[in-house]
């Protein structure tokens, strides 16, 4: 069976202070690995992805994520947050069953940027 | 391109009254997904469609009963809704054959059981 742990269920940091948001998972099977943000009110947006090749992935806006299979982990980091980037984060595992891919969240990370 | 569209945005029904939730999507799509998001909980599988004219039950599927109308069109239905199905309901997508690993969601529909 598959499953993630996102290990702080909320993060205060200051703003253009560096953050790190933990995920660790578990599986039976190869997995894909995501992470998602939900601004307040909204739907979830794709952040980004590790499918294959390069551990290290980067979104657009400048936060990244370190696939580390020998410790089934994938963190998300960003050097320098801003105000904009306070949302709740999702983890989330993927793999195909059944015909379609499935996803397991975590149980999310709210991130709180403060002035 | 409007993506993962849900109708409606907002809800509120009393114990025992019932109601279906709309989920389009228009990027032609395989499967589709029904997941429920409740506090400190992530997001849990209500129900899923593979491909068109099929469904099967997720995580959490008692209580709903879900339709693929068609290719784009995904509904979820609560036959007698009861205050523990207070949560806010999302919709996905996503193809294989597409080589589109991740889920498109919806908006979210927030309903509130009272």
């Known amino acids: 069976a598959q499953s993630v742990t996102q290990l702080d269920s909320q993060v205060p940091v200051f703003e253009e202070a560096p953050v790190e948001l933990r995920c660790n998972y578990s599986s039976s099977v190869s997995v894909y690995l995501f992470w998602y943000v939900q601004y307040p009110n909204q739907g979830l947006q794709l952040l980004l992805k590790?499918?294959?090749?390069?551990?290290l992935v980067e979104s657009i806006n400048g936060f990244e994520a370190e696939f580390n299979k020998s410790q089934t982990s994938f963190h998300l980091r960003k050097p320098s947050v801003h105000i904009s980037d306070t949302a709740e984060y999702f983890c989330a595992v993927g793999f195909f069953s059944g015909g379609y891919n499935k996803l397991i969240f975590g149980a999310g990370t709210r991130l709180a940027v403060h002035p | 391109n409007a993506g993962v569209t849900q109708t409606p945005k907002f809800q509120v029904l009393k114990t025992g009254q019932s109601m279906t939730l709309q989920c389009a999507q228009d990027?032609?799509?395989?499967?589709m997904y029904w997941y429920r998001q409740d506090p400190g909980m992530g997001l849990r599988l209500i129900y899923y469609s593979a491909s068109e004219g099929t469904t099967d039950k997720g995580e959490v599927p008692n209580g709903y009963n879900v339709s693929r109308l068609n290719k784009r069109e995904f509904s979820l239905r609560l036959e007698s809704a009861a205050p523990s199905q207070t949560s806010v309901y999302f919709c996905?997508?996503?193809?294989?054959?597409?080589?589109?690993?991740?889920?498109?969601f919806g908006p979210g529909t927030r309903l509130t059981v009272t």
């Open positions: 590790y499918l294959s090749g390069s551990t």
């Open positions: 990027m032609n799509h395989n499967s």
């Open positions: 996905a997508s996503s193809d294989l054959a597409g080589g589109v690993y991740e889920q498109y």
